[in-house]
């Protein structure tokens, strides 16, 4: 069967990046198709915890994304009845150093964030348990970041594609993308799928995530796409004023930023709108592996413990693993690709898909529809890694793309 659907673009992955790319693309006056071998926030963005961060950004392409997507995020969250419906909290962060030398350098990250913009407000101990009481005192100082957002990830995909929509974008879920479509002189004509045939398109968009290398492979173009896998533990719900922002040691920052394979694990608590409090991270490649691992889920409760002692008689309801989309260079891949016309790519944002969405979705936009973009794309070109040596491949299993 080939069902012809007449469109501008079509979007490969209705997680929130690719939901953000429908929203401004259809808002921009673009017939968007957005379709997803899944349901909607399927892949990592329903394993995520909805950071909205600046504070773990170093200045630079990501912190200026970082910047333009929170700008972004409160317009979208101003919108009549979309915050509240996404549980959009402007709680602000909290980076905690535990000794002088780790203070030292926090302190220099955080004078650089400034300069770029960032508000980061150098604490002290005695100022630290005024934002957080339960906070444990054995800390040497911190940063409060109040720039630091959070949204319910899957509600806010769902929410923003139904924003889509609303703007004119079609939804195909449960199609899996089996094939690129390209005409003879090598540009993108469009998509097939094994549920609603060829998708007929000049624009692609790939956005589909930590499968974005298979995607773009199908276009015949290598994207160095590979999984990240990290455990989150759910407590019962708690009193809000246990944990009022988003915490975390200053650690974190070093393993976000950091490309060893094995597993790494820092503490990272918050609280929640609905009450539970989220506990991780832990980052480590070991392919679409999703084996539960209980020695991680007991060293994230330990260090959740040191930071938050509190918590120590505190119930964990449940644990889950997401895969984050990483790319060798911590940057996604965002913009036209050079090496198939019309084949443009919103992906490899690592852990911080969710709070860079929307920018990313905006700059997808711009470009499209011929308008100088907000920011300089050439940092996120895809075909960067072209002349680089392969780190591995994706795992290829019955995941298929997001």
């Not at 919108?79 to 549980?87: D, I, M």
């Not at 990272?268 to 539960?292: K, N, Q």
């Not at 964990?316 to 090496?339: E, N, Q, T």
Request: net charge negative; proline share 7%; hydrophobic share 45%.
């Amino acid at each position: 069967m080939d069902n012809q659907l007449a469109c501008d673009v079509v979007v490969v992955g209705a997680g929130m990046v690719g939901a953000a790319c429908a929203l401004y693309a259809s808002r921009a006056g673009l017939r968007t198709l957005l379709v997803d071998r899944g349901p909607v926030a399927g892949g990592t963005t329903g394993a995520g915890e909805g950071n909205l961060l600046v504070s773990d950004k170093e200045p630079g392409p990501e912190l200026d994304l970082a910047l333009l997507s929170r700008r972004l995020w409160g317009d979208l969250a101003a919108e009549p009845g979309l915050g509240r419906a996404v549980e959009f909290e402007e709680k602000g962060g909290v980076v905690v150093a535990s000794g002088p030398e780790g203070m030292a350098a926090l302190s220099t990250f955080a004078e650089g964030q400034r300069t770029a913009g960032v508000e980061a407000l150098t604490v002290t101990p005695e100022e630290l348990r005024d934002l957080e009481p339960h906070m444990t005192k054995d800390v040497a100082g911190g940063v409060h970041y109040p720039q630091d957002c959070q949204v319910m990830p899957s509600l806010a995909a769902a929410q923003v594609v139904r924003a889509a929509r609303r703007a004119g974008a079609e939804l195909r879920i449960g199609a899996t993308v089996t094939a690129v479509l390209r005409t003879k002189d090598g540009s993108v004509r469009g998509v097939r799928t094994d549920r609603h045939g060829d998708l007929r398109a000049p624009v692609v968009v790939n956005a589909a995530g930590t499968w974005g290398g298979e995607v773009a492979a199908l276009a015949g173009v290598r994207l160095p796409v590979l999984p990240r896998r990290g455990f989150v533990l759910v407590t019962e719900p708690l009193p809000r004023a246990v944990v009022r922002h988003k915490v975390y040691a200053a650690d974190y920052v070093a393993d976000v930023a950091s490309g060893d394979a094995g597993l790494q694990s820092s503490a990272v608590v918050e609280g929640t709108a609905a009450g539970p409090v989220l506990i991780g991270a832990s980052r480590e490649r070991v392919g679409f592996d999703r084996g539960f691992s209980l020695p991680v889920a007991r060293r994230l409760a330990a260090q959740a413990v040191a930071l938050f002692p509190a918590l120590d008689t505190v119930r964990v309801m449940r644990g889950y693993l997401g895969f984050r989309p990483y790319l060798p260079d911590h940057l996604p891949a965002i913009g036209a690709d050079p090496r198939v016309p019309g084949l443009y790519h919103a992906c490899g944002h690592e852990g911080a898909g969710i709070g860079l969405a929307v920018g990313t979705g905006h700059l997808i936009a711009q470009s499209l529809t011929g308008a100088t973009p907000d920011l300089d794309l050439a940092p996120f070109r895809p075909d960067r890694f072209e002349d680089a040596a392969p780190e591995g491949s994706p795992n290829r299993r019955e995941e298929g793309q997001q």
